[in-house]
């Protein structure tokens, strides 16, 4: 019964190792293809499913491994050869536990020493799927095209995928072309083409060996315009030259949004080196327009859900023009990525900044359900917006004007001098003016009502 136990147990084992490997391969792929937080949702799902396929191997690889002898103890059942009862299993229940922050598997990692746990006879002759030794590498790509200055790694192809040791020792043939470092990281010194190669540290029979080629990043000669990202003010702004040859002359100013959070766009000099009038882009989405200034950055317009649609625009995309939103791209009013994308050639000059400059103006979305899913700015005849715009609003404002008619200064002198000389004789003569008028007695007064006109409604038009 002891053969079985530790048969069954090494099957166990190696069934962790798979499931290691397997795991942090499919870990790193889902990752990669959707995103660190959906992909390792999607891996822990699929690894679920592979933990009952290798608990179901390792059960047969199990049985596999011995011979039950004929003269084994045996037990009579109901007439029925009995091999053992359950207790003679000795088979661990510890569970591998699948968590999104955690790595899949429990088996250890290249080089990590056996459990000090475990007995000398399972130890004897235990070897790991990840001890195995390398038996082959090829590269994914024979030839790399790489920039003066830039960078490029070089993928290779690891047989078996778990093997122990992985590592690669990397030469370049002429470092004054192409530099590379301990990854497979080449970065271009001039323009040339060299090899670089790769042997495995461990087997020198194996290597692999790939050409590169530097060239200068285009430039154009001399550039009509460059342009300006500001960061603080979520602003684009284009500039040409001035007398003295200097990019200060404001040529046009837009709103845009750059990158927030982990995709913040940096801050770094940039030439624009491609243009696509439609690309697919992160979840997936698609933008017209683009003007790419890298291989992860590109000017763009607010991101579509259907490719070729211009009516599938991400309304709440535009509504976030002028503030941090995207990731990492510069996202345009589709007229202003249309202006880059016709009127900024191949090699102009772009610059990101922190600072603030000058904004451009956003057209509103119109609320009518009639214009859902366009763009305002995008010239398409199609565009609702360009076929019947939407009506200016106008604000009626209501004014009222009070007017106070006052009665005439003759006549309140007169009504004055009657009202004295029906009431008692003045010890004074009355003066012209009501005001210095004396009496021995108080004089009555006579009040004209004034009397209150109000003009008609005045509309104006706020647009």
């Known amino acids: 019964m002891k053969n079985l136990s530790n048969s069954f147990k090494k099957s166990i084992k190696r069934a962790k190792a798979i499931l290691g490997a397997v795991g ?6 889902m990752e990669w293809l959707y995103g660190n937080s959906k992909g390792k949702k999607i891996a822990a799902g699929a690894t679920a499913v592979i933990v009952v396929s290798i608990a179901v191997l390792a059960c047969m690889l199990s049985f596999s491994n011995f011979a039950i002898p004929v003269s084994a103890p045996v037990g009579v059942i109901d007439g029925e050869h009995k091999v053992a009862e359950p207790d003679d299993f000795d088979v661990s229940t510890e569970e591998v536990e699948i968590t999104e922050e955690s790595d899949i598997a429990a088996a250890p990692e290249p080089g990590e020493a056996e459990s000090s746990q475990a007995s000398a006879p399972e130890a004897e002759g235990e070897q790991s799927l990840q001890s195995e030794p390398l038996t082959g590498i090829s590269s994914i790509k024979n030839s790399y095209s790489v920039y003066k200055d830039k960078s490029v790694k070089v993928g290779v192809v690891y047989t078996p995928t778990y093997a122990a040791n992985k590592r690669l020792n990397w030469s370049s043939s002429n470092t004054d072309v192409a530099a590379v470092d301990s990854n497979g990281l080449v970065t271009g010194k001039a323009e040339g083409t060299c090899t670089v190669k790769a042997v495995s540290a461990t087997n020198s029979a194996l290597w692999i060996s790939v050409s590169i080629t530097v060239s200068k990043a285009p430039v154009a000669a ?91 625009m991400s309304m709440g995309g535009y509504r976030s023009l002028g503030r941090r939103a995207s990731h990492g791209c510069i996202r345009l009013a589709c007229r202003d990525a249309k202006w880059i994308y016709d009127n900024a050639p191949i090699g102009t000059p772009v610059e990101i900044v922190s600072g603030s400059g000058p904004k451009g103006s956003i057209v509103p979305l119109s609320s009518d359900s009639y214009y859902s899913g366009w763009d305002p700015t995008d010239p398409s005849p199609n565009n609702p917006y360009n076929k019947n715009p939407p009506k200016a609003t106008t604000t009626t404002v209501k004014t009222t004007t009070t007017t106070i008619q006052k009665t005439a200064a003759t006549t309140v002198k007169t009504t004055t001098k009657e009202t004295t000389k029906a009431t008692e004789k003045p010890t004074t003569k009355p003066t012209t003016q009501v005001e210095e008028t004396k009496t021995t007695t108080k004089p009555t007064t006579t009040t004209t009502k004034p009397t209150t006109t109000v003009p008609k409604t005045t509309t104006i038009d706020d647009e």
């Open 24 to 29: 942090r391969q499919l870990k790193k792929h």
């Open 222 to 312: 001399d550039s009509v315009y460059a342009i300006k990202v500001y960061k603080g003010s979520q602003s684009v702004c284009v500039y040409k030259k001035d007398d003295s040859g200097k990019y200060t002359v404001l040529v046009k100013a837009m709103t845009c949004s750059t990158g927030t959070g982990k995709g913040e766009t940096p801050n770094a000099n940039f030439r624009i080196l491609r243009k696509y009038r439609w690309k697919e882009l992160m979840g997936p989405s698609w933008e017209q327009y683009c003007s790419a200034i890298s291989d992860s950055f590109l000017f763009h317009s607010i991101p579509y859900n259907r490719q070729n649609d211009p009516s599938s």
